[in-house]
C-alpha cells in the first residue's frame, strides 16, 4: 500500500525545470521521489506498525520540510577538519546521499551492514536498529556560511558560490549565544518517528564523516511542535500551548512557493528548489512559567491554553482579530503579545514554515530542568526570520525564554536517481 502523504510539490518547480528534463513521462517516472510520498510496503509479522513509514529520499525538494513533523529529531552541526579538501567534501556528500537514502528506506548504510561483511573486520552499519524498520526518517542537508568563506572557503575552491543571503545570523535583542552550540559547515536534520532510529542515523552519519567532518554540536527533541498538514493534530510545547496552529502546511502549494522554497530563477542556481533553515536552541525558565497564572500566560501568547484560539474569539482555526477590544479598551490580543508580534501583519505579510521540538538536557545546578525549544524555520530568505526575530523584541514571552544557539544553513533542492545531495554546487 501507498500513501500521497501531502500535496505532490510542483514537478516545475527549481533546476527540475530548468535542466528541461521533465516532460510528462518523465513527472510519471518520479512520481514516487518528489519527497513527500509516504509508503508502507509490506507488512510485517504483528500486522504492520510505524516502522514500515517511509518517505521518499529523492524528489523536487528535499524531504524532512514539508513532510509531515515527525515525533523526534536527531540534529547535528558539523565542522570540516583541519585540512579536509573540496575532493574529500564531495566523497564525504556522495556517501552521505547513499547511506541517507539507504536508512530512510529502513536499510543499514551499506548491503553488507551491520552482519553482512567479513567476520574479521568492524561492520558497517552499528546494528541497533536492525529490526526497527525506518519509522518515517528524514535525513535532510544543508551548508552553512563558514563553508563559503574565509580559509576554508578558498581551499573548497567555493569562495563564490555563496548564495548573499547565507551569512551569519544577526546578533538579536536580549541574544545570550554560546558560540560552541552555534552555527557550523553543514548540518544534517534528522527526524523519525522512533528516536532510536534518529539517533542511529545521526551516529552512522558521523561515523562515515570521520577524517573529513566531526560534530561542533547537536540536539535531540522529542514531541513534535508544529504540524505541517491539517490531518496531524496541533502539539504542545512546554509551555503547555498548542505551537503550529498558524504554520505554513504542504499543502498550501502558493504559500510554499513565496515564503518556502527558493525559486528557479533564483541565485546562485545551486539552490533552485531549495530553502534556508534556522535553528535557535531556546531555553524555557519552566519553573517560573509554572508561577504565572493562566490568565496571564494566555495574553503573553495572545491565545488560549485550552483550544489555541486566539484571545479575539472563535475557534484555534479562526484568524485573530487585532482590532477587538475589552471592557477596559485594552486590544483583546495585548499589543506585547507573542501571536499579535509574530503575525504576518505585523511583519510585511511575512510567514515562514516551522520544524520546532521541545528538548530537556537534564537539569542545572539549582535542580531545574534545562528545558526548550529547539526551533527550527525553513524559509525561502533568511530575511523572513531576521524580520520576524526582530518584531519580537517587544514580546513578553522574552521574560521566560533565552536564545543560546543560533545557526543558519543553506538546504539545496532535492535530487534525481544518479544524482547526489549538493551535486550541483560543485559544478
Ligand atoms: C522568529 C520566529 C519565532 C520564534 C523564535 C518563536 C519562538 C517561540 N514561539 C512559541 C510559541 C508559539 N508561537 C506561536 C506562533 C508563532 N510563532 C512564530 C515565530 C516564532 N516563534 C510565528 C511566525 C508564529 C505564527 C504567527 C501567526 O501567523 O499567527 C504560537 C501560536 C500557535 C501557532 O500558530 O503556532 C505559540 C504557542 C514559543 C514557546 C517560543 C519560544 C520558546
Ligand atoms: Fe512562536
Same mark, same amino acid.
Given at each position: 500500500?501507498?500513501?500521497?502523504? /501531502?500535496?505532490?510539490?510542483?514537478?516545475?518547480?527549481?533546476?527540475?525545470?530548468?535542466? !528541461?528534463?521533465?516532460?510528462?513521462?518523465?513527472?510519471?517516472?518520479?512520481?514516487?521521489?518528489?519527497?513527500?510520498?509516504?509508503?508502507?510496503? !509490506?507488512?510485517?509479522?504483528?500486522?504492520?506498525?510505524?516502522?514500515?513509514?517511509?518517505?521518499?529520499?529523492?524528489?523536487?525538494?528535499?524531504?524532512?520540510?514539508?513532510?509531515?513533523?515527525?515525533? =523526534?529529531? =536527531?540534529?547535528?552541526?558539523?565542522?570540516?577538519?583541519?585540512?579536509?579538501?573540496?575532493?574529500?567534501?564531495?566523497?564525504?556528500?556522495?556517501?552521505?546521499?547513499?547511506?541517507? *537514502?539507504?536508512?530512510?528506506?529502513?536499510?543499514?548504510?551499506?548491503?553488507?551492514?551491520?552482519?553482512? &561483511?567479513?567476520?574479521?573486520?568492524?561492520?558497517?552499519?552499528?546494528?541497533? /536498529?536492525?529490526?526497527?524498520?525506518?519509522?518515517?526518517?528524514?535525513?535532510?542537508?544543508?551548508?552553512?556560511?563558514?563553508?563559503?568563506?574565509?580559509?576554508?572557503?578558498?581551499?573548497?575552491?567555493?569562495?563564490?558560490?555563496?548564495?548573499?543571503?547565507?551569512?551569519?545570523?544577526?546578533?538579536?535583542?536580549?541574544?545570550?549565544? *554560546?558560540?560552541?552550540?552555534?552555527? +557550523?559547515?553543514?548540518?544534517?536534520?534528522?527526524?523519525?518517528?522512533?528516536?532510536?532510529?534518529?539517533?542511529?542515523?545521526?551516529?552512522?552519519?558521523?561515523?562515515?564523516?570521520? &577524517?573529513?567532518?566531526?560534530?561542533?554540536?547537536?540536539?535531540? &527533541?522529542?514531541?513534535?511542535?508544529?504540524? /505541517?498538514?491539517?490531518?496531524?493534530? /496541533?502539539?504542545?510545547?512546554?509551555?503547555?500551548?498548542?505551537?503550529?496552529?498558524?504554520?505554513?502546511?504542504?499543502?498550501?502549494?502558493?504559500?510554499?512557493?513565496?515564503?518556502?522554497?527558493?525559486?528557479?530563477?533564483?541565485?546562485?542556481?545551486?539552490?533552485?528548489?531549495?530553502?534556508?533553515?534556522?535553528?535557535?536552541?531556546?531555553?524555557?525558565?519552566?519553573?517560573?512559567?509554572?508561577?504565572?497564572?493562566?490568565?496571564?500566560?494566555?495574553?503573553?501568547?495572545?491565545?488560549?491554553?485550552?483550544?489555541?484560539?486566539?484571545?479575539?474569539?472563535?475557534?484555534?482555526?479562526?484568524?485573530?482579530?487585532?482590532?477587538?477590544?475589552?471592557?477596559?479598551?485594552?486590544?483583546?490580543?495585548?499589543?506585547?503579545?507573542?501571536?499579535?508580534?509574530?503575525?504576518?501583519?505585523?511583519?510585511?505579510?511575512?510567514?515562514?514554515?516551522?520544524?520546532?521540538?521541545?528538548?530537556?538536557?537534564?537539569?542545572?545546578?539549582?535542580?531545574?530542568?534545562?528545558?526548550?525549544?529547539?526551533?527550527?524555520?525553513?524559509?525561502?530568505?533568511?530575511?523572513?526570520?531576521?524580520?520576524?526575530?526582530?518584531?519580537?523584541?517587544?514580546?513578553?514571552?522574552?521574560?521566560?525564554?533565552? =536564545?543560546?544557539?543560533?545557526?543558519?544553513?543553506?538546504?539545496? +533542492?532535492?535530487?534525481?536517481?544518479?544524482?547526489?545531495?549538493?551535486?550541483?554546487?560543485?559544478?
Amino acid at each position: 500500500m501507498s500513501q500521497q502523504g /501531502t500535496g505532490r510539490p510542483s514537478p516545475t518547480i527549481g533546476r527540475w525545470s530548468r535542466r !528541461g528534463v521533465l516532460g510528462a513521462a518523465g513527472v510519471g517516472a518520479l512520481g514516487a521521489g518528489a519527497g513527500v510520498v509516504a509508503g508502507r510496503a !509490506g507488512a510485517s509479522a504483528d500486522g504492520g506498525g510505524a516502522g514500515e513509514l517511509t518517505y521518499a529520499f529523492r524528489g523536487a525538494h528535499q524531504a524532512g520540510v514539508v513532510t509531515p513533523v515527525q515525533e =523526534h529529531l =536527531h540534529f547535528a552541526a558539523y565542522d570540516l577538519v583541519e585540512g579536509a579538501t573540496r575532493e574529500d567534501l564531495i566523497a564525504l556528500l556522495q556517501e552521505w546521499t547513499a547511506a541517507a *537514502e539507504r536508512l530512510t528506506r529502513g536499510q543499514p548504510v551499506t548491503e553488507d551492514g551491520a552482519v553482512g &561483511g567479513p567476520l574479521l573486520a568492524p561492520p558497517d552499519d552499528t546494528g541497533e /536498529t536492525l529490526d526497527l524498520g525506518a519509522h518515517g526518517l528524514t535525513v535532510t542537508f544543508g551548508f552553512g556560511p563558514s563553508l563559503f568563506t574565509g580559509e576554508l572557503g578558498r581551499r573548497l575552491g567555493l569562495t563564490d558560490r555563496r548564495p548573499a543571503a547565507l551569512n551569519r545570523l544577526p546578533l538579536f535583542a536580549f541574544d545570550l549565544l *554560546e558560540e560552541p552550540i552555534s552555527d +557550523g559547515d553543514l548540518c544534517l536534520q534528522v527526524c523519525a518517528e522512533d528516536p532510536h532510529v534518529a539517533v542511529h542515523a545521526i551516529r552512522n552519519l558521523t561515523r562515515i564523516a570521520f &577524517g573529513t567532518a566531526m560534530i561542533r554540536w547537536s540536539q535531540i &527533541g522529542f514531541g513534535r511542535t508544529a504540524a /505541517t498538514t491539517r490531518s496531524q493534530s /496541533t502539539p504542545r510545547n512546554l509551555f503547555g500551548f498548542k505551537d503550529g496552529t498558524a504554520n505554513v502546511m504542504s499543502d498550501e502549494t502558493e504559500a510554499l512557493e513565496r515564503w518556502v522554497w527558493v525559486p528557479d530563477d533564483a541565485e546562485p542556481a545551486w539552490m533552485a528548489g531549495g530553502t534556508y533553515l534556522v535553528t535557535r536552541k531556546i531555553m524555557m525558565t519552566i519553573e517560573n512559567w509554572d508561577r504565572v497564572s493562566l490568565d496571564e500566560q494566555q495574553k503573553i501568547m495572545g491565545r488560549d491554553k485550552k483550544e489555541g484560539a486566539p484571545l479575539s474569539g472563535g475557534g484555534e482555526f479562526t484568524e485573530p482579530d487585532f482590532t477587538h477590544v475589552g471592557a477596559d479598551g485594552e486590544p483583546l490580543i495585548p499589543l506585547d503579545s507573542h501571536v499579535r508580534l509574530s503575525h504576518p501583519d505585523a511583519n510585511k505579510g511575512q510567514r515562514m514554515l516551522r520544524r520546532s521540538y521541545n528538548f530537556v538536557d537534564g537539569n542545572n545546578p539549582l535542580g531545574q530542568l534545562s528545558a526548550g525549544l529547539f526551533f527550527i524555520s525553513f524559509q525561502r530568505d533568511p530575511q523572513q526570520f531576521i524580520d520576524i526575530q526582530n518584531s519580537l523584541k517587544a514580546d513578553t514571552l522574552n521574560e521566560y525564554i533565552r =536564545h543560546v544557539g543560533s545557526a543558519l544553513f543553506a538546504v539545496p +533542492g532535492g535530487i534525481r536517481p544518479g544524482e547526489w545531495v549538493g551535486q550541483f554546487l560543485f559544478d
